[in-house]
């Protein structure tokens, strides 16, 4: 009797718990599955190259010789009606976002603003980049391909985020889209991390009980039940 009552009450632990998993992976992949690409007629506003530090390379030369490279983030400003809405919203196409959160010098850096798809389609427009990406030369280039005022485009965003604060000009991939979002609300990525780890446990609870189970039991049955 104790056995059992004792396995009803692990059971039922390992039953909420799971429940928990499915709720948190499940909020994830509800928000992830009805976030969608909206596109709406938008016009340039104006555009902003913004300082965040420079790089110092320096050659093994005798005398040492270094270059300096200043970085840069860039923002395109664009004016666009959402979907549903009566009112037109600024919104901001980005070029190297993110990049004075990461060290200046670092040369292996992965974007998910306008400049990752343009530098595939512009390639032979754009002279190539220096050592480092983001240098004040390569994000202004990039920039100048989109940055008349007055200019009507088409304009990409999510549909979670109609205020704007990161739309496109070239057509992203809903995955591009999705990781841009969930960087802003890293709530949603810490539950699927979180239900993913409780499905673990109780995976490793579920097979742990089973074997502590089948070894009582083996144990417990009396002599005279097993066979000479």
Known sequence: ADLCGGKVHVWTALGLLLAFAV???????????????????CTVLGSEVIDVGTCTLCDYGVPTECEVHPIAT????????????????????????GRAAVDPCQRQSR????????ANRYVSS???SGPVPCT???VFAYMQLHAAEGKEHQCYYSSRDP??????????????VDHAWFQKHVGYPVFLALGGLVLLSVLL????????????LRHSGSPAMWPP
């Open 74 to 97: 860039a923002r395109l400003a664009v004016t666009f009606k959402p979907l549903h809405s009566q009112d037109n919203v600024t919104g901001y196409v980005w070029y190297c976002k």
């Open 111 to 118: 974007f998910l603003d306008q400049l990752s798809l343009d």
């Open 205 to 216: 609870g579920c097979l742990a009980l089973e074997d502590a189970t089948a070894s009582m």
């Open 136 to 138: 004040v030369g390569e």
């Open 23 to 41: 709720v948190c992976i499940g909020t994830f992949e509800a928000t992830r599955l009805t976030t969608h690409v909206l596109r709406s007629p």
């Open 163 to 176: 205020e704007g604060e990161d739309v496109w000009l070239t057509m992203p991939s809903p995955g591009l």
């Open 126 to 128: 754009v002279p190539p």
